[in-house]
């Protein structure tokens, strides 16, 4: 049996999908274990979770590097030290540096809350309401040199309803990221994602859920 694959989130703030990773990894819905959190924010309260689950939580201060390199460096060092297969970005709120991406090539996923290529960047449900969007959604996707441009692993797509705010829609999306970001996980942990240019393929799916694909075109693998 394939062992349990060894993660490193990276948050700034809340951790509630670092919560929903905890919560997969503990319960056994993936073959994964968190080796390391780390924040660039001291009181990021995702620190606070991974302490209370006993997982080690660091903060690295980013005003103590000239450039955005020594930073990057001293969070590979961490996570190299720890053994770190796959690295989450969950509401982590910088971007990373080339060199850090070159390190982790298609082993860096990120969670966004809507259906990239529209709205990355911040601010993203706000905007899907501004333009009038009536489906809005979250993306699971590998890192690359790009702001929230890289292959696209998994898709959640949800309405956008008239009396939604910011809030309603952004607790809607939030609920699906907390389920698909660690299936993607999982994914990876089975080694059933395939990137060929800037698609992902899951080996394995059944050929009935991909007619189910078909149908309606809004199933993830
Ligand atoms: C989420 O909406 C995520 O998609 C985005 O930042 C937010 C982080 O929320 N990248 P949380 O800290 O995981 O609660």
Redesign the pocket.
């Known amino acids: 049996m394939r062992g349990r694959i060894r993660l490193g989130v990276l948050?700034?703030?809340?951790?509630?999908?670092?919560?929903?990773i905890i919560d997969a990894s503990r319960a056994g819905r993936i073959d994964a274990v968190i080796g390391v959190v780390i924040s660039d924010v001291a009181d990021a309260?995702?620190l606070e979770r991974a302490r209370t689950h006993g997982i080690e939580a660091v903060f690295v201060d980013p005003n103590l590097f000239e450039a955005r390199e020594g930073f990057d460096a001293a969070i590979i060092d961490l996570l190299r030290k720890r053994d770190v297969d796959l690295v989450c970005?969950?509401?982590?709120?910088r971007l990373l540096s080339p060199p850090f991406v070159r390190e982790y090539p298609n082993r860096i996923m990120?969670?966004?809350?809507a259906l990239l290529p529209a709205f990355p960047g911040l601010h993203v449900q706000r905007k899907a309401l501004k333009h009038g969007m009536k489906f809005s959604g979250?993306t699971v996707h590998f890192v690359d040199e790009g702001t929230d441009t890289g292959p696209i692993i998994i898709q959640a797509v949800v309405p956008v309803l008239d009396d939604d705010t910011d809030e309603s829609l952004?607790a809607r999306?939030?609920t699906h990221?907390h389920q698909i970001y660690p299936r993607a996980i999982q994914l990876f942990a089975e080694g059933r994602l395939e990137v060929r240019g800037r698609r992902v393929f899951c080996q394995g799916i059944p050929a009935s859920q991909q007619d189910e694909r078909r149908r309606w075109g809004m199933m993830n693998p």
């Open positions: 948050a700034s703030g809340r951790g509630s999908n670092l919560q929903a309260f995702a970005l969950a509401g982590f709120m990120n969670i966004h809350p979250c952004s999306i939030l990221e």
